[in-house]
């Protein structure tokens, strides 16, 4: 499996659906799937990574599709997620991703949070920072 999940506390339904589209997010990454990213990144969506690089929803797509950012394998650990009135939510979790990125290959661990919001009962990525 290329997405797993460990130290899980027990999530309401809600949280749940929140967890499933970071899921989906992170399979989409994985198997270049341009539409799904296309589709869970909200368009106001923006990365900023971990060397401080800020990207746009589409400057990130387009670093996946052309094989600058590579991800085999994601392990979410110990997902917190807060729901607020029910549309709106902040996920938090430590994400380990195997990947080959600018050109290196390795192993980190983020602490990410991100913003999601519901809209017409779907969840999407607002907002990811690492």
């Known amino acids: 499996m290329k997405v797993t999940v460990v130290n899980k ?11 499933k589209r970071f899921i989906d997010f992170q399979e989409a990454m994985i198997v270049k799937d341009y539409d799904k990213l296309d589709v869970i990144l909200n368009d106001n969506y923006t990365l900023t ?7 746009s929803k589409q400057e990130y ?8 950012l590579n991800y085999y394998k ?13 549309t709106k939510s902040i ?10 990125v600018y050109g290196i290959k390795g192993t980190w661990t983020l602490h990410s949070e991100q913003t999601m ?12 920072e690492n």
Do not use: C, R
């Open 49 to 55: 990574h971990m060397s401080g690089k800020t990207q």
């Open 91 to 100: 996920f938090k979790a430590d994400i380990t991703l195997e990947a080959k």
């Open 61 to 68: 797509i387009n670093e996946i599709m052309d094989g600058t």
């Open 74 to 86: 994601s392990t979410i650990d110990n997902p917190i997620i807060t729901i607020i009135e029910e």
């Open 9 to 19: 506390k027990n999530l309401s339904p809600i949280q749940e659906e929140v967890l």
């Open 117 to 128: 919001e519901k809209i017409n009962d779907t969840w999407y990525i607002s907002k990811w």
